[in-house]
């Protein structure tokens, strides 16, 4: 394979990424020490800590050159099992500095928004606190590696905070959804150790890692598979990346871990951890596996578009407010890996894209459906009605959330879906056309679901609905904020993105499929 542009030295910058990781994690570490009597204290210095670790995002994101030859930029490094070759190697391309600032923007709105949620417990709310900060560090390491073993680590580890603030802070049926959050996980990822354990025997002999290695570029760059080791092994990661990501039909686990989660834990597995799924297809399948990669790609497009219907279809049937947000997702996530796996700049940009935008648009949807239900102490649809009049400004935000979930021009996600379709259509024609029904069943859903809750006449049980306060549009506003912005003003991201784009396509020898029909010449003398 042409190894050409991952090849590249990466650019050095010191150890912002390595704070960037540590902030969190040492922020818990410090928030979970706090005494109970301080509560109140933990909260807000859990606040501040995600407020710094954004502030180091910004910077990585600033100092992130769109214009560098170097796959991999800001690039830091140090030894830590050195006799099997593992590394904590850190740096990012412009798909993982796009994703590192979904996360970091995130997170502290999700504790603003959890700020209650640990009294819903016995635990100590400094532990809720906690945990979130430690799932915000792992997620930015995952994206942040270099090192395959390291990602891994990650990757897994992260399941532990998910699996607790499911388990000890979420609804009735927690104990159920949680253990099945873990199961689906693990069993990912044993198999992933398995084609871990297979990449590392593999590498051995490789010049200057004759021992073997992890390191990311000197597997995709010198390491020779045969045909049956590389699918095996591109099996074993794809698996662990779909499940998490959810592909149908390994997504039952995400509707149930969910709706039980409160809506701050919700919004960091949605539509910021599970993205580690798909982030893993473009960042590790298709550069270390490219010829399994093109060799399944038939068959993961297809499963893509069977997601993006069915997750819709089901989504329409579902009478239960946080139940039919999660089942969106699964439609969504089916238009991302469908992107991917259409090996084009256009679908891969696209899909890039719509991690982001589908982050901060389910974000929207969770968030504010939590607000709701808090209020009125149901899920059930059925059970709200006239929302718009008693509290027009919870109902206008929520209203503004679900038509970026549908794509409407003007609001992030339709540019990212148009993206994807494009980028799909000039490969696989078929699978496009028939993903375009996702769009019209998600005009379906929203619209359904917004006519149900809020408008119609007042029920006495939303009487007294308040409208949003303080903390609550503080969380609000940032999200629709950046919904509206890279609906109009999209470019600069783009931009960002491509520069990892076109090394992913690189390493996997794809090009841009010539138009079907050729552009008709220009005749001489007329004007060009």
Same mark, same amino acid.
């Given at each position: 394979?042409?190894?050409?542009?991952?090849?590249?030295?990466? $650019?050095?910058?010191?150890?912002?990424?390595?704070?960037?990781?540590?902030?969190?994690?040492?922020?818990?570490?410090?928030?979970?020490?706090?005494?109970?009597?301080?509560?109140?204290?933990?909260?807000?210095?859990?606040?501040?800590?995600?407020?710094?670790?954004?502030?180091?995002?910004?910077?990585?994101?600033?100092?992130?050159?769109?214009?560098?030859?170097?796959?991999?930029?800001?690039?830091?490094?140090?030894?830590?099992?050195?006799?099997?070759?593992?590394?904590?190697?850190?740096?990012?391309?412009?798909?993982?500095?796009?994703?590192?600032?979904?996360?970091?923007?995130?997170?502290?709105?999700?504790? $603003?928004?959890?700020?209650?949620?640990?009294?819903?417990?016995?635990?100590?709310?400094?532990?809720?606190?906690?945990?979130?900060?430690?799932?915000?560090?792992?997620?930015?390491?995952?994206?942040?590696?270099?090192?395959?073993? @390291?990602?891994?680590?990650?990757?897994?580890?992260?399941?532990?905070?998910?699996?607790?603030?499911?388990?000890?802070?979420?609804?009735?049926?927690?104990?159920?959804?949680?253990?099945?959050?873990?199961?689906?996980?693990?069993?990912?990822?044993?198999?992933?150790?398995?084609?871990?354990?297979?990449?590392?025997?593999?590498?051995?002999?490789?010049?200057?890692?004759?021992?073997?290695?992890?390191?990311?570029?000197?597997?995709?760059?010198?390491?020779?598979?045969?045909?049956?080791?590389?699918?095996?092994?591109?099996?074993?990661?794809?698996?662990?990346?779909?499940?998490?990501?959810?592909?149908?039909?390994?997504?039952?686990?995400?509707?149930?871990?969910?709706?039980?989660?409160?809506?701050?834990?919700? #919004?960091?597995?949605?539509?910021?951890?599970?993205?580690?799924?798909?982030?893993?297809?473009?960042?590790?399948?298709?550069?270390?596996?490219?010829?399994?990669? #093109?060799?399944?790609?038939?068959?993961?497009?297809? @499963?893509?578009?069977?997601?993006?219907?069915?997750?819709?279809?089901?989504?329409?049937?579902?009478?239960?407010?946080?139940?039919?947000?999660?089942?969106?997702?699964?439609?969504?996530?089916?238009?991302?890996?469908?992107?991917?796996?259409?090996?084009?700049?256009?679908?891969?940009?696209?899909?890039? =894209?719509?991690?982001?935008?589908?982050?901060?648009?389910?974000?929207?949807?969770? =968030?504010?459906?939590?607000?709701?239900?808090?209020?009125?102490?149901?899920?059930?649809?059925?059970?709200?009605?006239?929302?718009?009049?008693?509290?027009?400004?919870?109902?206008?935000?929520?209203?503004?959330?679900?038509?970026?979930?549908?794509? @409407?021009?003007?609001?992030?996600?339709?540019?990212?879906?148009?993206? #994807?379709?494009?980028?799909?259509?000039?490969?696989?024609?078929?699978?496009?056309?028939?993903?375009?029904?996702?769009?019209?069943?998600?005009?379906?859903?929203?619209?359904?679901?917004?006519?149900?809750?809020?408008?119609?006449?007042?029920?006495?049980?939303?009487?007294?609905?308040?409208? =949003?306060?303080?903390?609550?549009?503080?969380?609000?506003?940032?999200?629709?904020?950046?919904?509206?912005?890279?609906?109009?003003?999209?470019?600069?991201?783009?931009?960002?993105?491509?520069?990892?784009?076109?090394?992913?396509?690189?390493?996997?020898?794809?090009?841009?499929?010539?138009?079907?029909?050729?552009?008709?010449?220009?005749?001489?003398?007329?004007?060009?």
């Amino acid at each position: 394979m042409d190894g050409t542009d991952l090849a590249a030295a990466p $650019l050095e910058s010191g150890p912002l990424l390595l704070l960037l990781c540590l902030l969190p994690l040492v922020g818990a570490a410090v928030v979970a020490a706090v005494p109970a009597r301080a509560a109140e204290a933990a909260k807000r210095l859990a606040v501040a800590v995600a407020l710094a670790t954004l502030a180091v995002a910004v910077v990585v994101a600033l100092r992130f050159d769109r214009g560098a030859d170097a796959p991999y930029q800001l690039a830091d490094r140090y030894d830590w099992i050195p006799q099997f070759g593992v590394s904590l190697s850190l740096g990012v391309t412009g798909i993982s500095v796009a994703l590192v600032a979904l996360t970091a923007v995130l997170v502290p709105l999700c504790l $603003l928004a959890s700020w209650d949620d640990g009294r819903a417990s016995s635990r100590r709310p400094q532990t809720h606190l906690a945990l979130m900060l430690a799932l915000e560090g792992l997620i930015l390491a995952a994206f942040c590696a270099r090192d395959v073993f @390291l990602f891994y680590v990650c990757f897994e580890v992260m399941l532990i905070p998910m699996y607790f603030l499911i388990g000890g802070y979420g609804g009735a049926q927690r104990s159920y959804a949680a253990a099945k959050f873990l199961i689906y996980n693990l069993l990912g990822g044993l198999v992933m150790l398995a084609a871990l354990i297979g990449l590392y025997v593999e590498s051995r002999g490789l010049p200057g890692a004759e021992d073997g290695t992890f390191d990311i570029t000197t597997l995709a760059t010198q390491l020779e598979l045969g045909t049956t080791t590389e699918r095996l092994l591109f099996l074993g990661f794809f698996l662990a990346f779909a499940i998490k990501a959810p592909l149908w039909p390994l997504h039952t686990w995400l509707p149930d871990a969910a709706v039980e989660a409160r809506p701050g834990a919700a #919004v960091l597995m949605v539509s910021v951890m599970d993205k580690l799924g798909t982030f893993g297809m473009i960042a590790l399948c298709l550069p270390l596996f490219p010829a399994a990669s #093109v060799w399944a790609r038939p068959v993961v497009v297809a @499963l893509a578009v069977v997601g993006i219907v069915y997750g819709a279809l089901v989504a329409i049937g579902q009478s239960d407010l946080m139940r039919l947000i999660a089942y969106t997702s699964v439609s969504h996530f089916g238009f991302i890996i469908m992107g991917i796996f259409a090996m084009t700049s256009q679908g891969q940009t696209g899909a890039t =894209l719509y991690m982001v935008n589908h982050g901060f648009s389910t974000a929207g949807l969770f =968030l504010i459906a939590g607000m709701m239900v808090t209020r009125r102490g149901s899920r059930l649809i059925a059970d709200y009605g006239g929302v718009q009049r008693v509290a027009p400004v919870l109902a206008g935000s929520f209203f503004v959330a679900g038509l970026s979930s549908l794509a @409407l021009p003007g609001l992030s996600s339709f540019v990212s879906e148009f993206l #994807v379709l494009v980028g799909t259509f000039t490969r696989y024609q078929a699978a496009a056309v028939v993903a375009t029904l996702g769009i019209v069943l998600a005009a379906l859903y929203i619209l359904l679901t917004v006519t149900r809750t809020l408008s119609g006449p007042v029920r006495p049980e939303t009487e007294g609905f308040r409208d =949003l306060r303080g903390r609550e549009a503080a969380v609000v506003a940032p999200v629709l904020a950046v919904i509206i912005a890279l609906g109009f003003v999209p470019g600069p991201l783009i931009d960002v993105i491509d520069h990892g784009v076109d090394d992913t396509l690189a390493s996997v020898s794809q090009d841009d499929p010539a138009p079907s029909v050729p552009a008709a010449p220009v005749a001489e003398g007329s004007p060009e």
